[in-house]
């Protein structure tokens, strides 16, 4: 047999595991990293920083349940790649990190980018090893594939010492390790189902909460028949949107402070009561409501609120368990009880005053309307990024998803930055597999920059993405360009330039157009309208919108408003 070197082991044990992209930068010691990964028919896609490489192999993980892998060099590289390590543990999501580090024999002298990776990397992914020999690589490859996709998904660190990436061994002295399978599935307890099921039975005001854990899950099918079985209320956490579609008769959404408040039984799906649920407490929750607890992970069972009924294994299973509880008892929620008449009239009533907002037509712009228009010209099918705080927020009530796995945004952590990457990983994903949904990506001017030069990256490889940047100039608000221009004229902008604003009338579309993509400067509603249009037909390049809002045209209140202390 012939020999084999360090690289080519890499990438064929991932290849072997069913790694399909890997999204990285290289340097010395991963270039043959990288070229032999393309070797075995791994995709790669070289990003402008290890962030968004990472943030993008973790979106691959979410997107297909299998990890997808990055590359990075040793010192500078790996660490840039620790925030999508965070990032891809606090969401839940599988990826698997590849560093190149130091050679062996120079370990501790100070080589060039040494660091302690392993240890660095600890805090930061569920498994961080070296392989000790070129022998070992596939073993320790299929070890990390396979930790970051069973029990709680998460991401995972294999150090490849620089000496071993060229150093070669004989293929017979190389064990093949097979395919790790896909998580082994668990069922419930019959006793707990049978409890959650009377719980349910008693409840009189009923909701579903439904997580991006029941989206990773592939729980939509099961998930639907059971809410239409049982009939029950439904309401998504942010990426929770899409596994019933937002326009579902019953997605109570655009009642969710009451729906939550006033709910006396929760069924939390994939959900966990952290920040985003305001910890399952109140005053945000009934102080008595019974939560029926579903999730993966036994760890996570009564983090902040006991449960009334622990469900614990495989999302889909665990659903189909109980709908055959609700179909053999025949047992349905009524629809003309109280609590559907009181969420109902809380929806007609929200619904009415966004409607207002969004058919403002003063300018600048605002949030809503900007919002309001390109929900109406998005397709049903396409992927929506989106970062920011407003813009996130505002849009994520907004913009609707219809099919699960379709909304990427700041997630659990809360990351600004994320938002370029995800939307490589998932256009790439279109490209390869020779499918044609949009990939949408909807951009605060702020969160927009942490990633901006992955613009680049785009249009190096002709991934369609449209970007809208809603264009505040700032954090939260900015200053319009008058006021700017005055302050620089009193040449103390250092001093008194408020904190959260940026440039005012940022040309980030001119950064699209510098690299071959389409850029368009949008101020008006008809301007937006047809640069949609434009950007929705041209399956040739990436564009970017530059929308131009009221920088004052925030909601008057804090980041992230589902955090807010106390308003109901
Ligand atoms: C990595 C990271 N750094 C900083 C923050 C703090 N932060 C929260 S939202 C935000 C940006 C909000 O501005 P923008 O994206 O323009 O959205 P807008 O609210 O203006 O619509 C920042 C910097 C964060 N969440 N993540
Ligand atoms: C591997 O070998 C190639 C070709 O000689 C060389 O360019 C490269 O720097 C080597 N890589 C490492 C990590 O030693
Ligand atoms: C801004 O500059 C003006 C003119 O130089 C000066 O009078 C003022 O004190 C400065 N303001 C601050 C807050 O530094
Ligand atoms: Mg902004």
Not at 534 to 558: A, C, G, T
Request: glycine share 8%; charged share 20%; proline share 6%.
């Amino acid at each position: 047999m012939e020999d084999v070197t360090g690289a080519q082991l890499i990438a064929e044990s991932l290849k072997a595991q069913k790694v399909q992209y890997m999204f990285g930068i290289v340097g010395v010691p991963v270039i043959e990293v990288a070229m032999a990964a393309q070797a075995a028919g791994i995709k790669y896609v070289g990003m402008r920083n290890e962030q968004a490489a990472c943030y993008a192999a973790s979106a691959i993980g979410y997107l297909t349940g299998r990890p997808g892998a990055c590359l990075v060099v040793s010192g500078p590289g790996l660490i840039h790649a620790l925030g999508g390590m965070a990032n891809a543990n606090m969401n839940c999501w599988p990826v698997v990190v590849i560093g190149g580090s130091s050679d062996r024999n120079q370990e501790t002298a100070g080589a060039f980018q040494e660091f302690p990776q392993v240890e660095a990397c600890r805090l930061y992914s569920k498994f961080s090893a070296r392989p000790s020999s070129l022998e070992a690589i596939p073993s320790v490859i299929e070890k990390a594939v396979r930790t970051s996709m069973y029990g709680r998904p998460g991401a995972c660190y294999v150090d490849i010492a620089g000496d071993m990436v060229n150093a070669s061994v004989n293929r017979n002295r190389v064990r093949v390790v097979s395919c790790c399978p896909p998580a082994p599935v668990s069922l419930a307890a019959p006793d707990a189902i049978t409890e959650a099921i009377s719980v349910l039975k008693a409840a009189k005001r009923p909701l579903a909460i439904i997580g991006k854990g029941a989206a990773y899950g592939r729980a939509e099918v099961a998930l639907r028949q059971f809410v239409e079985t049982s009939g029950l209320p439904f309401l998504p956490t942010p990426m929770g949107k899409g596994v019933l579609p937002d326009d579902h008769p019953h997605c109570v959404a655009a009642a969710r402070s009451r729906a939550l408040h006033q709910a006396d039984v929760i069924l939390l799906f994939g959900a966990r009561l952290n920040w985003m649920l305001h910890f399952g407490l109140p005053p945000r929750f009934d102080p008595n409501v019974k939560v029926i607890q579903v999730d993966l992970c036994p760890e996570e069972m009564g983090n902040n609120v006991r449960p009334a009924v622990a469900l614990l294994g495989d999302l889909s299973s665990i659903v189909t368990q109980l709908l055959t509880c609700v179909h053999k008892d025949a047992w349905k929620y009524p629809s003309d009880t109280e609590w559907w008449i009181t969420l109902r009239e809380k929806m007609t009533a929200n619904a009415k005053i966004s409607k207002a907002l969004a058919l403002q037509t003063t300018l600048p712009l605002n949030y809503y309307t900007v919002f309001h228009h390109i929900s109406q010209l998005l397709p049903h099918d396409c992927i929506v990024v989106s970062e920011g705080a407003n813009t996130m927020d505002i849009g994520r009530t907004m913009l609707n998803n219809y099919l699960p796995r379709h909304r990427l945004d700041a997630g659990t952590f809360g990351t600004m930055g994320v938002g370029l990457g995800f939307a490589v990983a998932a256009a790439a994903k279109e490209q390869s597999e020779k499918k044609s949904k949009r990939v949408v990506c909807v951009e605060g001017d702020s969160a927009f920059g942490f990633s901006g030069m992955e613009v680049e990256t785009m249009c190096r490889y002709m991934l369609p993405v449209v970007i809208i940047v809603v264009n505040n100039n700032g954090i939260y608000s900015g200053l319009d360009a008058g006021t700017w221009k005055e302050m620089a004229k009193m040449g103390n902008l250092t001093s008194i330039a408020p904190p959260v604003s940026l440039l005012p009338d940022a040309r980030y579309d001119e950064m699209m157009t510098a690299f071959g993509g389409r850029g368009f400067l949008v101020r008006t509603v008809e301007e937006l309208r047809s640069a949609l249009q434009m950007s929705l037909n041209d399956w040739e390049r990436p564009s970017l919108l530059n929308v131009l809002i009221d920088p004052s045209s925030d909601r008057k209140q804090q980041e992230f408003p589902w955090l807010t202390r106390s308003n109901l």
